[in-house]
C-alpha cells in the first residue's frame, strides 16, 4: 500500500490542477469585464471619431490580440490588446528590410496622406513615427470627455491616458470611480492590414486560413540608427491556429505564465512565452495531450535553453531574435532561476507530490485553509 501524503501535500498532478484552478477566474467576472471593456471601447473610438475626421475615414475596426485571444488568459480578465485597423487614401506594398530581419518597410502609391512622407531617392513610404504622433494628438485631444462612461450596473469609469504610443501601444487605464480597485487596462495599437497573399515573398508564410495581418509600428530593437519606417509583422489569427484545439498545452502555457509573474521574470513578456510553444507545435515531436504538468517541465526546459543560448527565434520571421533586447546580467540571472524550478519540478514529478510551498513559490498560488 503506497504511504499516505501528509496533509500539507498535493500529488504532482492534483498540485498542479489546484493552481490552474487558482490562476483561472469565474466566468460571471469574465462577463461583467467583457460587457465594460466592449462599452469604453465604444466610447473610447467614438470620440476620436467624433474629434478627428482623418481618423473616421480612415477607422477600419477592433481587433483583439494578446491572451484573451488565445484563451490564455490568467488571473483578471482586466487587460486587453486591441489592433486599431487603419486604411489610408493609398496602395500600400510590404517590403523587408536588408540586414533587419523581422522588419518592414510600408510602401505607398502617392504621399496624399501626413502619415506618408517621402524618402529620398526610395520613393513615399507610411512613417511610424507620424502615425504615433497623429493617434498621440486625437487621443490627448478627446481625454476631457472620456472621464464619465456608464456601463451596466451602474458602472462609471474615467480614462486616464498612461503610455503615448514611443513603444507602440497607446495605453489606457479605466478606473471605476465608486471602486477604484477595479480596472481595465487598454493597449491600442495603430495596425495596418494585408491579405495573406501581400505576405513578402522571401519570409516563409505559416499556415493562416485564409486569415489576415497586421504591420505594427516597431522602432529596432538593437541600438543603430533609427529608421521611422521600420514595422513589424503581427498574425494573431495565424498563431491561433497553431494553438487551436489543443486545451492542455495551453493550460501548460498558463502555469508559465503565473510561474513568471512569480519568480521576477518579467522580462520574458507573454509573446516570448507563447513563442516556445508555437516552434515546438511546429516541430510535430510533442503529445499535447500529455498533463499540463509534464508539458510545463518540457516547455520550461526549451525556455531554458533558449535565454542560456540567447536564442528565441520570432515565429513570424525566424532570423529575428526575439531576446535581443535582454541584457547579459538580466540572461543570467533568468538562466539561474528557470534552471532552479527546472530542476524542483522534475524531483517532484518523479517523487509524485507538490508542497503548499510549492505551489507558492512556483506559481504564486495560495492554498487555502
Not at 501601444?169 to 494585408?194: G, M, S, Y
Not at 510545463?296 to 531554458?304: A, D, F, Y
Request: charged share 25%; proline share 7%.
Amino acid at each position: 500500500m503506497p504511504p499516505q501524503l501528509p496533509e500539507s501535500r498535493f500529488t504532482f498532478g492534483e498540485g498542479i490542477e489546484y493552481a490552474l484552478k487558482k490562476i483561472a477566474f469565474p466566468e460571471n467576472t469574465r462577463k461583467t469585464f467583457n460587457e465594460d471593456a466592449q462599452m469604453l471601447e465604444n466610447a473610447f473610438i467614438n470620440e476620436i471619431s467624433s474629434y478627428d475626421e482623418m481618423f473616421r475615414a480612415a477607422f477600419q475596426g477592433l481587433s483583439l490580440g494578446g491572451s484573451y485571444l488565445d484563451g490564455i488568459k490568467i488571473d483578471l480578465p482586466d487587460e486587453f490588446d486591441m489592433h486599431v485597423k487603419i486604411q489610408l487614401p493609398c496602395t500600400l506594398v510590404p517590403v523587408t528590410v536588408p540586414k533587419r530581419p523581422g522588419f518592414m518597410f510600408l510602401r505607398a502609391s502617392t504621399g496624399d496622406s501626413p502619415c506618408v512622407k517621402h524618402f529620398d531617392n526610395e520613393g513615399h513610404f507610411i512613417s511610424r513615427l507620424a502615425v504615433q504622433n497623429w493617434f498621440r494628438s486625437s487621443i490627448t485631444a478627446v481625454m476631457p470627455q472620456l472621464q464619465r462612461i456608464r456601463c451596466k450596473d451602474g458602472r462609471v469609469y474615467s480614462l486616464t491616458y498612461t503610455a503615448h504610443g514611443t513603444g507602440v501601444a497607446h495605453t489606457l487605464l479605466a478606473t471605476e470611480q465608486r471602486n477604484p480597485r477595479r480596472k481595465i487596462w487598454f493597449d491600442f495599437v495603430p495596425v495596418f492590414e494585408f491579405a495573406p497573399n501581400e505576405w513578402p515573398r522571401d519570409l516563409k508564410r505559416p499556415k493562416n486560413d485564409g486569415r489576415n495581418w497586421f504591420a505594427v509600428p516597431r522602432k529596432y530593437d538593437k541600438p543603430a540608427t533609427p529608421d521611422p519606417r521600420s514595422f513589424v509583422p503581427c498574425a494573431p489569427h495565424w498563431e491561433r491556429l497553431v494553438l487551436h484545439k489543443k486545451q492542455n498545452l495551453k493550460d501548460s502555457l498558463r502555469l508559465m505564465k503565473a510561474l513568471r509573474n512569480a519568480n521576477e521574470l518579467s522580462g520574458l513578456v507573454s509573446y516570448f512565452l507563447k513563442s516556445i510553444y508555437l516552434h515546438e507545435v511546429e516541430k510535430g515531436t510533442t503529445n499535447w495531450n500529455q498533463a499540463p504538468g509534464r508539458i510545463l517541465i518540457r516547455m520550461l526546459i526549451n525556455l531554458l535553453h533558449a535565454v542560456r543560448l540567447n536564442n528565441l527565434p520570432f515565429f513570424l520571421a525566424p532570423d529575428h531574435n526575439n531576446l535581443d533586447k535582454l541584457s547579459d546580467k538580466c540572461r543570467r540571472e533568468y538562466v539561474r532561476i528557470l534552471n532552479k524550478i527546472v530542476k524542483k519540478l522534475i524531483r517532484r514529478r518523479d517523487a509524485n507530490y507538490l508542497t503548499k510551498d510549492d505551489l507558492f513559490k512556483i506559481f504564486g498560488v495560495e492554498v487555502d485553509n
